[in-house]
């Protein structure tokens, strides 16, 4: 099972940061998970919410702010105000620190609430320059962004991600051409997993964190996992491959 940091080792430092992001790296894993917006100069930037309050000591949409703004606020978290690698990155910023790795970047394209024109093509061309379309998988919960992905770059992997339960979910994600599918916990049964894998699509699921969940998704036999504990998810394949190895 494949394990991506959520937002980067984002337990223990604040989420979709280069902090987060570089603390990552310490472990055996298989990539992060990171979200994407664009700023009022069009820039994207990684972040996760629609606007900044929750995360940075500044107010707005990241929509009607420029990148310029954006880094002129400073990180909430208590002990990381100050610390330049806590501002808001560009994507690029972020794809550099995995350059001299193998990682993988689920890249989340959050535009199920505020509509970025053309934010699709601009990611996309962003990881073209770099040249890590094998690394990548582009996400949404907007299935027309799926479907736009596709139709770009047919050579960059997509996941349908969604919250509630859907009726004939991985037919639809088929439909859009998506190589996964990426549920919610409280959604997962062996029966989706099973599902996913006779249309020969892959099933990673969020948010996984407690050690009871890493094990069941494990057995259902899903293909990855995200979470916010790489660590437990890697202390528990490591006791698996123990128990194994004895």
């Known amino acids: 099972m494949k394990v991506f940091a959520h937002r980067g080792f984002s337990s223990r430092y604040p989420e979709n940061t280069l902090l987060a992001f570089k603390k990552s790296l310490d472990f055996d894993i298989y990539g992060v998970e990171l979200d994407v917006h664009k700023t009022k100069d069009n820039k ?34 208590d ?15 972020v794809i550099e620190i995995f350059l001299d790795s193998n990682f993988v970047l689920n890249i989340e394209i959050k535009n199920d609430k505020v509509s970025y024109e053309n934010i699709e093509q601009d990611v996309i061309n962003i990881i073209n320059k770099y040249n890590i379309s094998d690394r990548v998988i582009l996400s949404s919960f ?3 962004s799926i479907l736009h992905c596709n139709n770009i770059d047919s050579c960059i992997k997509t996941g349908l991600l969604y919250y509630y339960n859907l009726d004939q979910v991985v037919n639809f994600a088929k439909s859009l051409n998506a190589s996964s599918l990426h ?5 997962l049964d062996k029966e989706l997993v099973d599902l996913c894998h006779k249309e020969n699509m892959y099933i990673n ?7 009871e969940d890493i094990y069941k998704n494990i057995e259902l036999g899903v293909d990855g996992i995200f979470t916010n504990y790489p660590d437990i998810a890697c202390n528990v394949l490591k006791n698996i491959l123990t128990f194994y190895e004895n």
Request: with cysteine; aromatic share 8%; proline share 6%.
């Open 205 to 211: 699921v969020y948010t996984v964190d407690d050690v």
């Open 44 to 77: 994207i930037v990684v972040i996760h919410d629609e606007s900044v309050d929750r995360t940075f000591d500044g107010s707005g949409f990241v929509k009607d702010l420029t990148l310029n703004e954006l880094k002129s606020f400073n990180c909430r978290l």
């Open 183 to 187: 549920p919610p916990l409280h959604l």
């Open 142 to 144: 907007n299935s027309n």
């Open 79 to 93: 002990g990381f105000k100050d610390n330049p690698e806590c501002k808001i990155p560009t994507l690029e910023e």
